[in-house]
């Protein structure tokens, strides 16, 4: 899946268990965290609650549990989706697109210069100036 990610112009971190998660999180502008329920150091379940309380990154849970029940419990735990496995690539692309696109959408509408995309008049942002 990085690969294809990769491909399709993102840049992907990869992490092996909860600490790991947080601590990327905590030092890289992160657009979007995609969970597996299974990991190596606590739950894709806490991991998605954790970071729910305090941020308000879009959370991709893709797991092999396709049980209604841990779907629910997925979505009312913070995730904005919920893919089970198998899936294919081009689903979770379209997936990835498309909470990008809304989060994209939602930042626009605090940016003061009411440019489309981060650029200088946001006091974060040092690059795409406005024209």
Request: a negative charge; aromatic letters at 6%; one cysteine or more.
């Amino acid at each position: 899946m990085k690969r294809c990610l990769e491909t399709d112009g993102y840049t992907v971190l990869e992490t092996q268990n909860g600490k790991e998660t947080y601590d990327c999180i905590a030092i890289n502008p992160i657009s979007l965290v995609r969970l597996d329920i299974y990991l190596g150091e606590g739950d894709g379940f806490e991991i998605a609650r954790q970071i729910r309380q305090t941020s308000d990154i879009p959370i991709i849970l893709a797991t092999g549990k396709s049980d209604v029940i841990d779907q629910v419990i997925g979505l009312e735990l913070g995730a904005d989706d919920y893919i089970t496995k198998p899936f294919h690539v081009r689903e979770i692309l379209a997936r990835v697109r498309s909470i990008l696109r809304r989060t994209r959408l939602q930042e626009k509408a605090f940016l003061p210069c009411g440019c489309a995309q981060p650029c200088r008049c946001d006091p974060v942002v040092t690059e795409n100036p406005c024209v």
